[in-house]
C-alpha cells in the first residue's frame, strides 16, 4: 500500500492549497521540518512567490528523502536524512515541468486540421514523431463534449511518450481529462485563479507581449511564458508583433522560462533560438508543422548555434547547439 502525505498551504489566509505526495518509507526523516523551513525561505530569498518557494522545498525535501531512504547511521529511532544530496547527486528526480520542454511546442489548430482532412489524435501523434517535446490544444471551435473526448484520446498518445499535453483556454476540460496543464491568454481565466482551481503542481502557462505582463505571471504562480507574435502571422488575427526586440525585452524581464510563439518555421526558428537569452527555451508553432497536406514521420533537422546571453557568465561565448526538428510534407 502506498500512503500518501498531504502539505496544506495557506498563504496570506485566503488562498488555500493542498499538495501531495507519496510516502517515502523510512526511519532517516530527521532534519526534515528545518530542511522545509530553510528551502522555502531561501526560495523567498531569490524572489519566488510563496507557492513556488514551497513546491520547489517539497520536492526538495521528496528527493533528499528518496534519496537517503536506505542510509544507516546511528543505532536510534530514528536517522537523519540527507540533506546535501544536490551537492554530491546531480542526477536528482526531474521536476514535474520541465523548462527544456518547451524547445519544439506542437499547437494544434482545428481549423488546419479540418483543411487537411485529418483527426486531431493523427495531428498529435505525426507532432510528437517528428520530435515536438510539448503539445497544446488550440481546438478554438469545438463542441465541450468533442474536445473533451479528443483531450482524452491526445493524452492516450502524449503520457506513454512523456509528453506533456495541455490545453488552451479551456480549464474546465483540463480538470476533466486531467490534462497536464492549461495555457491561458491575457484575456482568459487569470494565472492566479487558474492555479487555484488546477492545484500547485498543474504546468500554467501565460501568454505574455510586455514586462508588466511577464512580471504578473510570476506573481501567479505561472509555470512558462508563451511570448509573441515574434512575426507576423496568419493563424491569429488582429495580433499585435513584438518582434524579437519584443521578445528579449520579455525573456531579459522575467525569471520564467519562456516559449517564442508566431510566424516561426523551419526558415527563422534559428534566429529566433540565436537571441540566446538563457530562459528563451524553444518554439511554439501552428502552421509550420500542421498547415501541411499531409504530415509525415520524415523530420527536417535544423543545427543553429546560438551564443550564450552575456547574463549568465556560464554561457558566455558557449556554443549552444539548438536542434529544431520540424515535420516536413512529403507530397
Ligand atoms: C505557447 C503559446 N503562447 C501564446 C499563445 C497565445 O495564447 P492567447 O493569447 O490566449 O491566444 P489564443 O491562443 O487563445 O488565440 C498560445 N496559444 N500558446
Ligand atoms: C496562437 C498565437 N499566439 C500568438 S501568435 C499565435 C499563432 C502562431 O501560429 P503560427 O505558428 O502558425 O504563426
Known amino acids: 500500500m502506498?500512503?500518501?502525505?498531504?502539505?496544506?498551504?495557506?498563504?496570506?489566509?485566503?488562498?488555500?492549497?493542498?499538495?501531495?505526495?507519496?510516502?517515502?518509507?523510512?526511519?532517516n526523516t530527521h532534519g526534515t521540518g528545518c530542511s522545509l523551513a530553510s528551502c522555502i525561505a531561501a526560495e523567498l530569498a531569490k524572489g519566488s512567490p510563496m507557492l513556488s518557494a514551497v513546491k520547489v522545498a517539497k520536492r526538495f525535501i521528496e528527493t533528499a528523502l528518496d534519496y537517503s531512504k536506505d542510509l544507516v547511521i546511528g543505532n536510534g529511532p530514528q536517522g537523519p536524512f540527507d540533506h546535501l544530496l544536490r551537492l554530491k547527486n546531480t542526477s536528482c528526480r526531474q521536476e514535474a515541468f520541465n523548462p527544456s520542454d518547451l524547445f519544439l511546442y506542437a499547437v494544434t489548430d482545428s481549423g488546419m486540421n479540418k483543411k487537411w482532412g485529418r483527426s486531431i489524435t493523427d495531428a498529435?501523434?505525426?507532432?510528437?514523431?517528428?520530435?515536438?517535446?510539448?503539445?497544446?490544444?488550440?481546438?478554438?471551435?469545438?463542441?465541450?463534449?468533442?474536445?473533451?473526448?479528443?483531450a482524452r484520446a491526445?493524452?492516450?498518445?502524449?503520457r506513454p511518450h512523456g509528453v506533456p499535453l495541455l490545453v488552451n483556454d479551456r480549464i474546465d476540460i483540463a480538470l476533466a481529462c486531467d490534462a497536464d496543464g492549461v495555457h491561458v491568454g491575457q484575456s482568459d481565466m487569470p494565472a492566479r485563479v487558474a492555479r487555484t482551481l488546477l492545484g500547485p503542481e498543474k504546468i500554467i502557462g501565460v501568454s505574455c507581449k510586455t514586462p508588466q505582463h511577464a512580471q504578473q505571471a510570476w506573481i501567479d504562480g505561472a509555470d512558462y511564458i508563451g511570448c509573441g507574435g515574434v512575426y507576423p502571422t496568419n493563424t491569429k488575427a488582429n495580433n499585435l508583433t513584438v518582434g524579437l526586440d519584443g521578445l528579449k525585452t520579455v525573456c531579459l524581464s522575467s525569471k520564467l522560462p519562456v516559449?517564442?510563439?508566431?510566424?516561426?518555421g523551419i526558415s527563422n526558428a534559428s534566429d529566433v533560438m540565436r537571441l540566446g537569452v538563457p530562459n528563451l527555451k524553444g518554439v511554439a508553432v501552428v502552421s509550420a508543422l500542421f498547415d501541411r497536406e499531409c504530415?509525415?514521420?520524415?523530420?527536417?533537422?535544423?543545427?543553429?548555434?546560438?551564443?550564450?546571453?552575456?547574463?549568465?557568465?556560464?554561457?558566455?561565448?558557449?556554443?549552444?547547439?539548438?536542434?529544431?526538428?520540424?515535420?516536413?510534407?512529403?507530397?
Open 259 to 264: 516559449v517564442a510563439i508566431g510566424g516561426i
Open 295 to 331: 504530415v509525415t514521420t520524415e523530420d527536417q533537422e535544423v543545427t543553429c548555434c546560438a551564443k550564450g546571453d552575456a547574463m549568465n557568465s556560464k554561457m558566455e561565448n558557449e556554443e549552444l547547439q539548438v536542434r529544431v526538428f520540424l515535420i516536413v510534407t512529403r507530397i
Open 124 to 150: 498529435v501523434k505525426s507532432a510528437i514523431e517528428g520530435g515536438a517535446t510539448i503539445i497544446q490544444l488550440r481546438e478554438k471551435d469545438a463542441d465541450t463534449g468533442e474536445f473533451l473526448e479528443a
Open 154 to 158: 491526445c493524452l492516450k498518445i502524449c
Open 2 to 27: 502506498s500512503l500518501r502525505v498531504q502539505l496544506l498551504l495557506i498563504i496570506a489566509g485566503k488562498d488555500f492549497y493542498e499538495l501531495h505526495s507519496s510516502r517515502v518509507k523510512t526511519r
